[in-house]
């Protein structure tokens, strides 16, 4: 099943909200979707950035290079004092930064104009629709529930790397006594449930603003639409490194020997 949601101008001037990605067409039955072209421009976008800024590396650096090594150079001081150990600091710098910068390059490219605006008209549901080809990728729940189960089999196999199997096992199952094995049954529950807080924190949150946009755009245009798209674009770095630091915390719990 494909989640997500669509937002678009009916022909009647109204507003439509449609919880499912917009479908572009099929490749060997798999749907592609206007939020999973959006993710492979994002991640295309990137790439190119990364090999422009390492082939104009400079000892004076320019105004770009600063701010990366800013962004890096913060990020991995923030994540060894987080884990108290430059070792464990590289060890997972790598993960840690690229769930932020994607998620960051996701919510802001998802603002730019053109997004939602160039497409195919396409008949949906009797009615011809403009189908864009770039939406706002992280309004899908498919991505965003990727990106927690990612962040949750990184955490468990950090941990598990990190203690070995059956000390971190322990965690969630201890015969010891009734209450520490209440207690244990209450952790492995609310490692599940990081899957659900993870992809719909993330989600709703984008979800809301896009919406909110929509609705500003509709009802008062060229005027609200300016500082609810600030708005938004700080939500978006909030959202991000909220997301990464969760990740960053939840190992560092994870790589903890268990007391009992």
């Known amino acids: 099943m494909i989640f997500g949601i669509q937002t678009a101008y009916a022909s009647e001037g109204s507003i439509s909200i449609h919880l499912a ?40 650096p320019g105004k770009i290079q600063n701010a990366v090594e800013l962004l890096i150079g913060g990020g991995f001081d923030y994540i060894a004092d987080s884990l108290e150990s430059k070792t464990l600091a590289r060890k997972y710098f790598p993960l840690i930064m690229t769930i932020f910068v994607f998620i960051l390059a996701l919510n802001w490219i998802g603002l730019l104009p053109g997004v939602d605006s160039v497409g195919i008209m396409q008949q949906v549901h009797g009615e011809t629709k403009l189908v864009p080809f770039l939406h ?29 199997f059956f000390k971190y096992a322990s965690k969630f199952i201890n015969f010891s ?29 984008i979800f809301a603003g896009k919406t909110l946009l929509v609705i500003a755009i509709f009802f ?41």
């Open 136 to 164: 706002p990728a992280n309004t899908d729940l498919n991505l965003t529930i990727s990106f927690a189960i990612i962040a949750f089999f990184a955490i468990e196999i950090i941990g598990i790397m990190s203690l070995g």
């Open 220 to 260: 008062v245009p060229f005027i609200l639409p300016v500082p609810i798209l600030a708005f938004e674009m700080f939500v978006g770095l909030i959202q991000a490194f909220i997301f990464a630091v969760l990740t960053l915390f939840f190992i560092k719990l994870a790589i903890q020997v268990p007391e009992h």
């Open 21 to 60: 990605p917009s479908i572009l067409g099929h490749v060997f039955g798999i749907p592609i979707t206007s939020t999973l072209i959006m993710t492979w421009f994002v991640m295309i976008l990137l790439i190119v950035f990364v090999i422009h800024v390492r082939a104009t590396l400079s000892l004076v």
């Open 177 to 205: 006594s009734p209450l520490a094995f209440l207690i244990g049954i209450i952790e492995l529950f609310s490692e599940l449930a990081r899957l659900v807080s993870f992809s719909f924190r993330l989600f709703g949150n």
